[in-house]
């Protein structure tokens, strides 16, 4: 929820603080879970869009794009808003029909540029070279997952096309923000682009980038998210096709 302060109450990407401890890793990535999850509340997230996605994706050119973990859709919505065919995908066919439905008070435009997916991120992948926008916004797995999902989805990055990761800092854990006590989930910018062929991208952004959130006592607090963009780059000869011919 955003506040007349500008900040926002972070309920919006915690996982259940109390409960995290006693659940095993992977069970935070079930469809078990997340239904659970998405049942206890008729809205889990505050229906905002990602505030990174916005300044990131606001002056892209509006083609196909692949929503990864769309939660209740705010994202997705976002996007066709602005002119974006989305594949929005989740393991939660509650937070699934969520979106649908809010797509549709939206308008029937928007509704009709969005197709919603239940997948697996674990074992999914999607078509090679086939989305201009690849936004995953706060999907926190552990290394061993998140490294072979983040390969996936930057497989799938078109040409000329972006990757847009964004996650909560690893230093969020020494806030009194809400999140849960397992350090295995955060990551940096900087561990994705040590992971990704340089020849093959261009950088847009990569760092820590802080926000103004509510803790669960009401306080203010800063947290960081990191942002990680990156553009697919022309292969050369197709690039050298295009230019102009003196
Ligand atoms: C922290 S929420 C983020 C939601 C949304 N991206 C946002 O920023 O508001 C993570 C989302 O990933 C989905 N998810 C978790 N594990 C998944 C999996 N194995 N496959 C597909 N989606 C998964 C959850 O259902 C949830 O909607």
């Not at 900040?7 to 409960?19: I, M, N, P």
């Not at 997952?145 to 020494?174: M, Q, W, Y």
């Not at 006590?181 to 992971?195: G, H, M, S, V």
Request: proline content about 7%; aromatic content about 8%; hydrophobic content about 45%.
């Amino acid at each position: 929820m955003r506040h007349d302060d500008g900040s926002e109450t972070d309920s919006g990407h915690q996982l259940d603080q109390d409960h995290a401890g006693e659940i095993p890793a992977a069970g935070l990535f079930s469809e078990a879970f997340w239904d659970e999850r998405y049942r206890s509340s008729s809205a889990v997230w505050s229906g905002n869009p990602n505030p990174q996605l916005m300044a990131e994706a606001a002056s892209l050119q509006p083609g196909d794009a692949l929503d990864v973990g769309c939660g209740e859709g705010a994202d997705a919505i976002w996007l066709a808003e602005r002119g974006w065919r989305v594949t929005a995908v989740d393991i939660s066919t509650i937070a699934l029909e969520r979106g649908a439905a809010y797509a549709r008070q939206v308008s029937s435009d928007v509704a009709g540029r969005i197709t919603w997916q239940q997948v697996d991120l674990l074992e999914w992948g999607p078509a090679p070279q086939t989305y201009d926008l690849v936004s995953a916004q706060f999907m926190q797995l552990p290394a061993q997952l998140r490294v072979g999902l983040f390969e996936r989805l930057a497989a799938s990055v078109a040409v000329g096309g972006t990757l847009l990761i964004v996650g909560h800092s690893p230093t969020d854990l020494h806030t009194t923000a809400a999140r849960p006590p397992l350090p295995e989930l955060f990551f940096t910018a900087k561990e994705i682009a040590a992971a990704l062929d340089p020849s093959l991208w261009r950088v847009i952004v990569s760092e820590a980038r802080p926000r103004v959130v509510r803790d669960p006592d009401g306080h203010l607090v800063t947290v960081h998210d990191e942002v990680f963009a990156v553009r697919r780059a022309w292969p050369a000869g197709r690039r050298a096709r295009h230019l102009p011919i003196r």
